[in-house]
């Protein structure tokens, strides 16, 4: 729920500079859900993260009935039903996934600006992998905000979680920074929700991770090192996200800057709910890609604080909140955490 705040406050001002957002909300930028005049809508990448949170459900699903499955295959066909919600045809070559309740809520349905390069992949009909990858040179920001529930499995080792991230990111997005960056991240989520650290433990163990991976793409690790080594400078992040960071447009960037305005935001923050929204209002107030960078801050603190970090007045502007959580309760039951 924390990543799909994030993404809703980003998403109303994704297309926007910061230039561009300061003229429509004023010198502070986008501060409060509020400030919409409406509800506020989630983009593609809450339906996709809730299509992936799907398809790990019917994996464990087909685990409990003690049938072994593709996890990254099951995924695939989860992300090819989201496709035809967006009235995209898919390849004949495509097989045809057996409908699932999800696919059947109409929020669900709504174009909210999803990746080109997402579309394209998935819309070919082949499945990509890390050894035979799709858009090899696609490292785009939209391939980590999707990768946040892989870190939520119990039960589930860290590098697993984190090998599933990145096989699942290689089903749209073949350059090696993307693949990688999604597996940092669902390693990092699985250290805040299953691992007892806080976020700059969870991050540092991310950065290990991602630097001794084999064939590691390098800018994985020094990214995830800037974001804690500018945090630590001692910046409280008034000042905006540094520009060492990126513009968000990458995956690596985005991740980077969510995790970075998480950690400047955390020691000036009297509660988890004025953490949460310093962190978040940060995030989007940027040039690049502040739907993203909203959803990696909002998905890092929601795992790492619970509900208790959620503003109830954004909660009460959401779009679908109840079946954001109806998911999340079905993860519960079909792994025997609830």
Known sequence: MGGALGNS???????????????????????????????????????LTLYTLDGLIEALEWANDGVAADEAA???????????????????????????????????????DPDPTVLSAL?????????????????????????????????????????LAGNAAALTHGHASAIQ??????????????????PAGAASSARDHAAATPSADPSVAAALDAALTLAAAGRSG????????????????????????????????????????SAVRLAVNIDGASEVTGTVAGAI????YGEECLPQAWLALAQAAGLIQSMAKNLLEVTGAS
């Open 9 to 47: 406050l980003g998403y109303l001002v994704h297309a926007d500079d910061i230039a561009t957002i300061q003229a429509r909300f004023g010198p502070a930028g986008l501060l409060d859900a509020s400030q919409a005049g409406e509800q506020i809508q989630f983009g593609a990448d809450t339906q």
């Open 74 to 112: 099951i995924l695939w066909l989860a992300y090819l039903r989201w496709l035809a919600t967006q009235e995209e045809p898919a390849s004949a070559a495509a097989p045809l996934p057996q409908p699932r309740w999800i696919d059947r809520q109409d929020i669900l349905h709504h174009r909210r």
């Open 123 to 163: 819309a070919s009909g082949e499945m990509g992998t890390p050894g035979r990858p799709l858009n090899p040179l696609a490292r785009g920001a939209a391939v980590v905000a999707r990768s946040a529930p892989f870190g939520l499995i119990p039960h589930l080792p860290a590098t697993v979680a984190a090998t």
């Open 181 to 198: 960056t999604a597996a940092a991240y669902g390693w990092l989520i699985h250290c805040l929700v299953h691992g007892g650290l806080d």
């Open 238 to 277: 008034t000042d905006g996200i540094p520009a060492e960071l990126g513009n968000g447009n990458t995956a690596t960037e985005a991740l980077a800057m969510g995790l970075y305005t998480v950690l400047a935001t955390e020691a000036a923050a009297a509660s988890p709910t004025e953490h949460f929204l």
């Open 301 to 304: 603190l929601g795992a790492f």
